[in-house]
C-alpha cells in the first residue's frame, strides 16, 4: 500500500491471478473506495510530484527496457 500524504490518497496493489494478464490497482480517498482499475502487471504506486503520481520502475529484462508509469487522478 502506498499512502500519498500530500492528496489523502491511498493506491493498493493487488495481483489478480496466475492466469490473468492485468494487476488490479484499488484507490481510496478518505477511507472510501473510489476506484478499482486495471494495470499492468506488477505496478506499485511510489510517490506523487505534483501533478502526477509515479510508479515504481519495472524492468523488463528480455527486452533490456525500464518502464515507469505517470497518471493523473
Same mark, same amino acid.
Given at each position: 500500500?502506498?499512502?500519498?500524504?500530500?492528496?489523502? *490518497?491511498?493506491?493498493?496493489?493487488?495481483? @489478480? #491471478?496466475?492466469?490473468?494478464?492485468?494487476?488490479?490497482?484499488?484507490? /481510496?480517498?478518505?477511507? $472510501?473506495? *473510489?476506484?478499482?482499475?486495471?494495470?499492468? @502487471? #506488477?505496478?506499485?504506486?511510489?510517490?506523487?510530484?505534483?501533478?502526477? /503520481?509515479?510508479?515504481? $520502475?519495472?524492468?523488463?529484462?528480455?527486452?533490456?527496457?525500464?518502464?515507469?508509469?505517470?497518471?493523473?487522478?
Amino acid at each position: 500500500m502506498e499512502w500519498v500524504d500530500e492528496t489523502g *490518497v491511498l493506491f493498493r496493489s493487488y495481483q @489478480k #491471478g496466475d492466469g490473468a494478464d492485468l494487476d488490479g490497482l484499488q484507490i /481510496y480517498r478518505n477511507g $472510501v473506495l *473510489v476506484g478499482d482499475v486495471d494495470v499492468p @502487471k #506488477g505496478l506499485r504506486v511510489a510517490g506523487y510530484v505534483a501533478p502526477y /503520481y509515479y510508479s515504481y $520502475v519495472m524492468p523488463d529484462e528480455e527486452r533490456e527496457v525500464l518502464y515507469v508509469y505517470r497518471f493523473k487522478f
